[in-house]
């Protein structure tokens, strides 16, 4: 895949200008802070945060000290200021190495707006403006330059470089260098040159990609075998995990909506094009702020729709895999899959894109056996090598038992990546709402047995027809209305047969065979269900709720918690929604997306303070020293006219009582 053709800005050009440089970060210069640690005073003077988080300072001090290193963190863990800080602090310009290149004026205008003298180089520019970060490179006035590995390669670009003082290089997505992965970009490849041309510049590769192979990978073709390896936890608690079985899967995601996230900003996954039109137009006709996102779609459209989402409140984006790399908004609130992904890699990268801010989030899906079917016939005629086709295969499999486990989803999660989770979570759905499971060994029998008897070669409509009974045109036809199995499964329905046979297929007792018509066979195993010799067992899919049901008691409590913008207090909340006000008027001045403003973190924590000078708001979670000079006086102007305003509306409630 391309990605400068989707991520491409070219509405913004760059310009220094509207973002004018403050102190560059006067703290990362360490005789500053004689005696206090310089590089914590970086992340709370330039940051505004109180603690690095995981080994965030482990990574800094090795790469302050000259050294490699290789960062595995999930999304969201804060790998960005493992080479943010070292850069400022060590001397020299740091080199960021990223694929997209649409981020690069929003990660460059965070850093400005944090008072860090940052700049990109891409191909959305002029040529006088390269040339003018070229110039400021040149003497020495950036901290950060953004750029891609194909421009970076450029033999110009390297001896530009080789005649500055470099602080570091910072290869990020390093993923992309795996020839294996679906992110592979042949021009990663030609990063190995800096080890050659900058021995003595120390190099962090970082990226979201956890699995052994790639880490190899990764070491070896960029030549960076004396890297420090760090590796982070790979759990994201404040994800809530919820899967269910397919059951008019629009109506479900609505319900889900309504119940839990109401104007809250979400991606929603569906295979096909004509899914994602069809969902989004479906979710625009009841009220949503729903736009479509995939490759077929016209490039200024797709680039509009993405600009909506990051900048707008509460938008959600209905999109194809072709959406999401590298969507760096901290506060999606969900994302929601309407069909399976092929894999539990693929299904965690992107559920990993809900909740980068530390906030509840949710991941919620809705699976079901066509799914299988397609992802399987997928895999059957695709042109892959035969061992990669069973690697696949596996992969499938584990995912649908992923969706089918009834135990805790966040230790099936994380075992299958390795990591041990002992403690059930209590935050996905087989926590909160454990399945009932029943004894299936007679029914598995009876949907085994009438595979078996008809030949191995129909699909589940067919094979729950024979179960109740029915004497359709097509039964007579093959004669299976005289078979034994015939009519000896009026005791259930055809939705619970329909359960029956989805979960033997995920258990791999029943296999679909794409040489014929995509019809079941037996497994090997069913023999001994068969024979009496193998109890099974099968869950209860979820009760379908009523549409009005939804706003039951149980959800209006769940979304109590996961909101903690809904604050108790009138004019708390009063207040949030005019520093809301105030947070968009400021983006909008500044020509970026609200939350590179403040985060809604950052709101919350001015609502507890309430500050009444400069001071107390320098304790907010996210305002540095920059954001603070640039903005505190009109956050503290907000606060205070709010307090009068709610402190009026009670004298006027007393005078009236
Ligand atoms: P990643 O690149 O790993 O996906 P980022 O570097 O974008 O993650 O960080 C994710 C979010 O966490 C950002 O909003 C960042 O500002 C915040 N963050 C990172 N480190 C810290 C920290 N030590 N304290 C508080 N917030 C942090
Ligand atoms: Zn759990």
Request: aromatic share 8%; charged share 25%; proline share 4%.
């Amino acid at each position: 895949m391309d990605f400068e053709d989707p991520f491409m800005d070219t509405t913004d050009p760059f310009d220094a200008g509207h973002l004018p440089f403050e102190n560059p970060a006067a703290a990362s210069d360490p005789t500053h802070a004689e005696g206090a640690d310089p590089i914590l005073a970086v992340l709370n003077d330039t940051f505004g945060y109180d603690a690095f988080r995981g080994f965030q300072r482990q990574v800094i001090d090795h790469v302050i000290a000259g050294q490699d290193a290789l960062v595995l963190m999930p999304t969201g863990g804060g790998k960005s200021l493992c080479f943010q800080i070292p850069a400022l602090i060590r001397r020299g310009i740091g080199i960021v190495v990223s694929p997209l290149i649409a981020l690069m004026q929003d990660q460059v205008n965070a850093l400005l707006l944090n008072g860090v003298r940052a700049a990109f180089i891409n191909s959305t520019q002029e040529g006088f403006e390269s040339a003018e970060v070229m110039r400021q490179a040149r003497n020495g006035e950036l901290d950060l330059l953004y750029m891609a590995p194909e421009r970076l390669t450029m033999p110009g670009t390297l001896d530009f470089l080789s005649s500055l003082p470099v602080a570091l290089f910072a290869i990020d997505e390093a993923h992309c260098v795996s020839q294996w992965g679906h992110d592979f970009r042949p021009d990663y490849l030609g990063l190995s040159v800096l080890a050659d041309r900058f021995p003595g510049t120390p190099r962090l590769a970082l990226t979201a990609t956890a699995d052994a192979p790639t880490r190899t990978e990764i070491i070896q073709r960029l030549r960076m075998d004396q890297a420090e390896i760090y590796v982070a936890g790979f759990d994201r608690p404040n994800i809530r995990y919820r899967v269910m079985p397919k059951d008019r899967p629009k109506e479900q995601l609505e319900r889900f909506l309504s119940a839990e996230h109401e104007g809250d900003a979400g991606i929603v996954y569906c295979l096909s094009r004509r899914k994602v039109e069809d969902t989004a137009d479906w979710l625009q006709a009841r009220g949503y702020n729903a736009l479509p996102y995939h490759a077929g779609l016209p490039h200024a459209m797709r680039q509009s729709h993405q600009d909506r989402f990051l900048r707008e409140e509460g938008v959600i984006i209905v999109a194809t895999i072709a959406f999401g790399m590298g969507i760096d908004k901290p506060d999606v609130r969900f994302v929601a899959h309407l069909d399976l992904p092929k894999n539990l890699e693929a299904y965690y990268q992107e559920t990993g894109r809900a909740g980068r801010d530390g906030h509840p989030s949710t991941a919620f899906m809705t699976y079901g056996y066509e799914d299988v079917i397609m992802l399987r016939r997928w895999l059957v005629e695709s042109n892959a090598e035969e061992r990669i086709k069973r690697i696949e295969n596996q992969k499938l499999d584990a995912i649908l038992g992923f969706c089918e486990t009834t135990s805790c989803r966040r230790q099936a999660l994380l075992n299958y990546f390795g990591e041990e989770h002992h403690d059930r979570c209590e935050n996905c759905d087989a926590c909160l709402e454990p399945r009932k499971t029943w004894d299936g060994t007679v029914a598995a029998q009876k949907a085994l047995s009438c595979v078996y008897r008809t030949g191995q070669r129909f699909g589940i409509s067919y094979l729950v027809d024979v179960l109740l009974g029915k004497s359709t045109e097509r039964i007579i036809q093959f004669n299976h209305h005289t078979l034994s199995t015939f009519g000896i499964g009026k005791e259930q329905g055809a939705s619970q047969w329909r359960s029956v046979f989805r979960q033997l297929v995920a258990a791999g007792y029943l296999m679909v065979d794409f040489e014929g018509h995509g019809g079941l066979r037996l497994h090997e195993k069913s023999r001994d269900v068969l024979r009496g010799e193998r109890e099974i067992r099968f869950t209860h899919d979820p009760k379908t709720k009523r549409k009005d049901e939804k706003a039951s008691k149980v959800h209006r409590q769940q979304r109590a918690i996961s909101k903690e913008t809904n604050f108790e207090d009138a004019g708390d909340r009063d207040l949030f929604e005019a520093l809301r006000e105030l947070r968009l008027k400021l983006s909008q001045e500044n020509n970026v997306p609200a939350f590179v403003v403040f985060h809604d973190a950052t709101l919350v924590d001015i609502v507890k303070l309430q500050p009444q000078n400069l001071d107390e708001l320098s304790m907010a979670h996210g305002v540095g020293a920059a954001k603070l000079k640039r903005y505190g006086n009109a956050v503290i102007k907000t606060v205070r006219e709010q307090n009068q305003a709610s402190h009026d509306t009670e004298n006027n409630t007393e005078n009236n009582a």
